[in-house]
């Protein structure tokens, strides 16, 4: 049941990055990136998804710069290859004025630098002792791990989980759904177009690895090139109306959402409407690909249905950006903001 005030609005509850990760993997659970065990030898690869359209600077610039504030729970539609993921992650951290080096120095986490990164020094904690692979395959995380009779992954690193530190900031839950199973295109012509098969995941075991090369991307970017906090990403293997609907039940509300799932007609309005009711008062909700012709068309219901600017009870504005300002050709983004007094 929503949480609602004394007037029946939506009381706004932002969770902790590990009030988040534990109601999903358990209670006191290892870090699950951290300890991601890369089953099937991923090398990590940022290289070949050209269509993540999310810079740090519209972040920035457009998306926290409309809340107004810096955000407190932020979650993420359709994550794919972790492009995105980690733009957000990296906009995250760079919110921070607070000169944090030091702030594990004192404490007696190992393997966990000032800037809450890891610590080469630090890291045979992390990975069994061995020095990663900077080979031209890429880096992977090598540890030395072992599934025990109860099913559960033991190794060295999945003792491991730091404490976020004090900076807000740098703890802001970035809560990433996505089934990680492809789309339509994936599937549809992965066998004959190159372009798709050049940045698709391969199929194994009857299913697409997206989520194994999602996993092993966002571990490297945070664990081998310390391109962020480890206290943002969290993955929810789920699919979008999935994924509100949890984030509903558990009364969690959103105050940034990046809408960038399948961008199907009549699946994007449903999540639309999912998104919006759960997105708290004065947050920012917007998407990538306004072209699109599915994204386009629900959108335009979805403000149809909602009496766009006609209703007092039911305000949100909406815009258009560009993914570069200074580019008229680059890709056009959506932008909605719930009114504050929802
Ligand atoms: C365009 S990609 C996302 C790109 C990513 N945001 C980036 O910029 O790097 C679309 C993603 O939506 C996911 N997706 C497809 N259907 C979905 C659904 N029903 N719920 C959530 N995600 C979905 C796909 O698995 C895929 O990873």
Avoid at 13 to 35: A, C, I, T
Avoid at 56 to 79: C, K, Q
């Amino acid at each position: 049941m929503t949480k609602t005030d004394e007037y029946g609005r939506r009381k706004a509850y932002f969770p902790s990055f590990y009030e988040v990760h534990d109601k999903l993997y358990g209670d006191e659970s290892p870090h699950v990136l951290l300890n991601y065990s890369n089953p099937y030898d991923l090398s990590p690869n940022f290289d070949r998804f050209p269509h993540s359209n999310l810079s740090p600077d519209f972040f920035i610039d457009t998306i926290v710069t409309t809340l107004g504030r810096v955000p407190n729970f932020v979650v993420e539609v359709g994550s794919f290859q972790g492009h995105s993921a980690v733009t957000l992650a990296r906009s995250l951290d760079s919110l921070t004025n607070t000169d944090h080096l030091g702030i594990y120095r004192e404490s007696e986490i190992d393997g966990i630098n000032g800037d809450g990164m890891f610590d080469d020094e630090n890291s045979t904690e992390r990975d069994g002792g061995e020095q990663a692979d900077n080979s031209e395959e890429g880096e992977k995380s090598n540890a030395e791990q072992k599934i025990d009779e109860n099913g559960i992954l033991s190794s060295s690193k999945n003792k491991f989980r730091p404490e976020p530190p004090s900076d807000h900031v740098l703890s802001v839950p970035v809560l990433c759904i996505d089934p990680w199973v492809g789309d339509t295109n994936i599937w549809a012509n992965r066998a004959s177009d190159p372009s798709v098969q050049y940045w698709a995941s391969r199929v194994q075991d009857g299913r697409s690895l997206l989520f194994d090369q999602y996993m092993a991307n966002v571990q490297s970017a945070i664990v081998d090139q310390k391109l962020a906090s480890p206290f943002h990403i969290i993955p929810l293997h789920a699919t979008s109306t999935v994924g509100a609907r949890f984030l509903d039940q558990m009364s969690w509300s959103p105050d940034v959402i990046f809408l960038d799932s399948a961008h199907e007609e009549g699946e994007t309005l449903l999540e639309l409407e999912l998104y919006y009711s759960v997105l708290a008062p004065g947050g920012v909700l917007f998407g990538d690909d306004y072209t699109w012709h599915g994204v386009r068309k629900d959108l335009m219901k979805f403000m149809e249905i909602h009496n766009y600017g006609k209703d007092p009870n039911d305000m949100f504005t909406f815009r258009l950006e560009r993914a570069d300002p200074n580019n008229k050709y680059s890709v056009l983004l959506w932008v909605l903001q719930k009114a504050k007094y929802y």
